[in-house]
């Protein structure tokens, strides 16, 4: 594929332990529920300022879940996961890049690759399977000068991830009732 766009490519590759997050500024928020974490996310959309926003879930069933509920409460949001033909997965980042709309909820199609320069906020409405992906996620939005990125989390007992979170930059969180 390189060869098609680029002459004499250069490939620079990094050991998967010196992958950082260094500069990107990380937000906790512990929802002790599931069915608590859409209230939880509709909140911080109202106290938050966001020019474009990323939201990472696991699997495509719920990126369709996610895209629907957040449809219903009148939020314009853009999805998209592997299922989708490539043509109309195209379309839709045309239409996100052209700020048509201002969120985007997608698998890990989109968390390598891709860049954005608009998008100021990544969300992980799911937590990543492994650090790779996590800093992959998250360098979605520390491109560019965007220093915000912000993770949901199911539940406080997740932190089976703590090696991921214990290796990264400086963080708050906030608990949530």
Same mark, same amino acid.
């Given at each position: 594929? @390189? ?38 996310? !509709? ?13 990472? !879930? ?6 369709? #879940? ?9 939020? @314009? ?32 199609? #989109? ?45 406080? @007992? ?17 608990? !949530?009732?």
């Amino acid at each position: 594929m @390189t060869s098609k766009f680029m002459t004499d490519p250069v490939r620079v590759l990094v050991k998967r332990d010196e992958l950082t997050l260094e500069g990107i500024k990380q937000f906790f928020v512990a929802v002790e529920r599931e069915e608590w974490k859409f209230d939880t996310l !509709c909140d911080l959309y109202d106290t938050l300022t966001i020019t474009q926003a990323v939201i990472f !879930c696991n699997t495509r069933r719920k990126v369709d #879940w996610l895209a629907d509920k957040m449809r219903e409460a009148n939020f @314009t949001v853009s999805s998209m996961h592997s299922d989708m033909e490539q043509k109309q997965r195209e379309e839709i980042m045309k239409q996100f890049r052209a700020g048509d709309s201002r969120v985007l909820i997608s698998t890990d199609v #989109w968390a390598r690759g891709l860049d954005v320069p608009q998008v100021s906020l990544v969300i992980n409405y799911d937590l990543p399977n492994n650090r790779e992906l996590y800093i992959h996620r998250i360098g979605r939005s520390g491109r560019y000068g965007a220093r915000v990125w912000l993770s949901t989390l199911s539940s406080p @007992t997740t932190f089976e991830f703590s090696e991921i979170l214990n290796s990264t930059t400086p963080r708050r969180s906030m608990k !949530c009732p």
